[in-house]
């Protein structure tokens, strides 16, 4: 794929290694950039003190800029507790991704009828591709055909751009796109936002599916941990079989969990 974002971890770290430069600068060239992401005159000395001279050459060779997308419409709900980012990516002729940040209280719910500790927490909830090959006829993504991969440096800036607004806790794979069609682009993603800079939980990352089972089935040994959500859905007068998706249900067997269907209607069907 080439590089495409300073983001790009394993793209990054062999032209690093390449460059004879150690890799260990690499979370900390990340930290910077997270730090001062609104920036608009980017200097990589300045924004990004202390390292090698061959480390500054090689960013400045194939980096402008530290993001490669940048924000071009921001929507707030009525009540603030929902953000939409309408990103622009700085290749194949600009096209457009979305993230939404969801805020909310946890201090609000109950649970086995008692206040729940905690307090404020931000979702945010991303995109792995441009489009979708699905083809969910309930879904605005889906009608859009597919265009291509995000690479993994993409999806993570959109994770550095939210935390311009909010501090992340959660991340949910459930924006634009079938993730495991992407799948080690979204590994990779996922890895990065685990480790330094982020230090995200990987229990707090879920990652949504119409049920790619191939592809579930190593999600276990390269993300464990990590969340899993099987998308379902039926239209009301076509509702799922008692048989549907059976593929996911063996996998449950095999990997002792319990499967559910929860018949939902369209989108569509619903507004």
């Not at 530290?66 to 507790?81: E, T």
């Not at 992407?182 to 480790?195: D, H, K, L, P």
């Not at 089972?213 to 999600?219: D, E, G, P, R, S």
């Not at 996998?251 to 269907?261: E, I, N, P, V, W």
């Amino acid at each position: 794929m080439g590089i495409r974002s300073v983001f790009d971890g394993g793209e990054l770290r062999r032209e690093v290694e390449k460059s004879g430069i150690d890799p260990k600068f690499i979370p900390k060239i990340w930290k910077h950039i997270l730090i001062s992401a609104k920036d608009e005159d980017w200097d990589w000395e300045k924004q990004v003190p202390s390292l090698p001279s061959s480390a500054y050459s090689l960013l400045r060779s194939n980096f402008k800029t530290p993001l490669s997308s940048s924000i071009h419409s921001v929507f707030h709900s009525a009540d603030n507790l929902t953000t939409k980012l309408l990103i622009q990516l700085h290749h194949n002729h600009g096209p457009f991704v979305e993230a939404v940040i969801m805020r909310y209280d946890t201090r609000l719910g109950k649970y086995a009828g008692q206040p729940r500790p905690g307090g404020l927490r931000a979702t945010l909830c991303i995109s792995s591709q441009v489009g979708c090959k699905m083809g969910c006829n309930f879904c605005a993504t889906g009608s859009m055909g597919f265009k291509n991969n995000l690479s993994s440096g993409e999806i993570v800036e959109q994770l550095v751009h939210a935390s311009t607004f909010s501090q992340i806790r959660n991340v949910v794979f459930m924006g634009m796109g079938e993730p495991l069609n992407n799948y080690s682009a979204v590994v990779e993603a996922v890895r990065i936002m685990t480790g330094l800079p982020f230090q995200l939980s990987s229990k707090r990352i879920t990652i949504s599916t119409v049920g790619i089972i191939h592809a579930i089935n190593k999600l276990h040994d390269d993300l464990p941990g990590l969340n899993l959500a099987v998308s379902l859905h039926a239209r009301p007068r076509h509702p799922l079989p008692d048989n549907a998706c059976c593929s996911c249900f063996s996998f449950g067997k095999t990997h002792g969990f319990t499967a559910s269907l929860s018949k939902e209607k369209s989108a569509e069907n619903i507004y």
